[in-house]
């Protein structure tokens, strides 16, 4: 039995799905769930990464976690009770979610040092663990959902910057082999796209997936602060804006990993764009 954590969350919720889509059996747990988040006969419970005890029942029986290394809540995590809850339960594999940012940004507390302690746990907890560090996420584009429904516009700083975005459903199969096939333990594994793209490059592949023109407005750095500090901490958002306007090499890197684990390549934002474009319509 595999337990995925952070089951409503982009990669985890198409993990469900891909790894039900398999015949194995899945429960899926975050802290709100229900049975409308998951595929028809897979089990769900609603538990807190940051309450391990409440964990206890969800790994009893259960051979494999995926771990979502909490996000934003990171710093709230006692990663090592977790795995032990989970040890107890019988778990005998971990795939952890963490962070690019752990090997490029490793004097911050958001990105790299606190993402650090979630890694050192899972490598010294005695189970057979791989980590998944991905870059920025496509799906990310989602905080721009409502102000291209609304006024068909995209506001963004750094327009012409651009990075390897990932999409969540590559992150979601890479995590469904190396949690049911052999071969991948003690690996570290960057997720990235096929090839940097920009924020205005972004805008306008949501553009093309809806047959509309997005006006694109570049945000200046203050503007984009202010805005990001509505829903992420102030660490956080600095980090963020870091990142999207000072990328270091490592973050403009296109990385071989995905086509190494799943044998194609990486999809581009314009794939996405085109799956998701729902949410912008």
Do not use: C
């Not at 010294?124 to 980590?131: A, E, F, P, R, V």
């Amino acid at each position: 039995m595999f337990v995925v954590t952070g089951a409503t969350g982009n990669v985890g919720r198409s993990l469900v799905r891909i790894l039900a889509a398999t015949g194995v059996r899945v429960t899926a747990t975050s802290r709100r769930i229900s049975g409308a988040d998951v595929p028809e006969g897979v089990a769900h419970a609603r538990a807190d990464l940051a309450d391990p005890e409440s964990l206890r029942p969800v790994f009893d029986g259960a051979d494999a976690l995926f771990l979502q290394n909490g996000g934003p809540g990171a710093h709230l995590l006692n990663p090592r009770d977790i795995l032990d809850v989970a040890k107890a339960g019988g778990v005998g594999r971990v795939v952890l979610l963490s962070s690019q940012g752990v090997a490029t940004r490793p004097e911050s507390v958001s990105h790299g040092d606190t993402a650090r302690s979630i890694e050192d746990a899972v490598r010294q907890s005695g189970l057979t663990w791989t980590i998944l560090r991905p870059g920025g996420f496509d799906s990310n584009a989602y905080a721009w959902a409502e102000s291209v429904r609304a006024r068909r516009t995209v506001a963004a700083p750094f327009a012409d910057i651009g990075l390897p975005t990932i999409d969540p459903d590559d992150i979601a199969e890479v995590a469904a082999v190396t949690l049911r096939e052999d071969g991948h333990a003690g690996r570290f594994y960057e997720l990235t796209g096929p090839a940097p793209s920009t924020p205005r490059q972004r805008a306008g592949a949501i553009a093309d997936a809806l047959g509309e023109p997005v006006r694109f407005i570049e945000q200046t750095r203050d503007e984009a602060r202010a805005q990001m500090l509505r829903f992420m901490p102030e660490p956080v958002v600095e980090t963020t804006l870091a990142i999207l306007g000072d990328p270091t090499p490592a973050e403009r890197r296109v990385s071989p990993d995905v086509e190494r684990v799943l044998g194609r390549a990486p999809r581009t934002f314009a794939d996405w764009a085109r799956r998701y474009v729902g949410a912008f319509r």
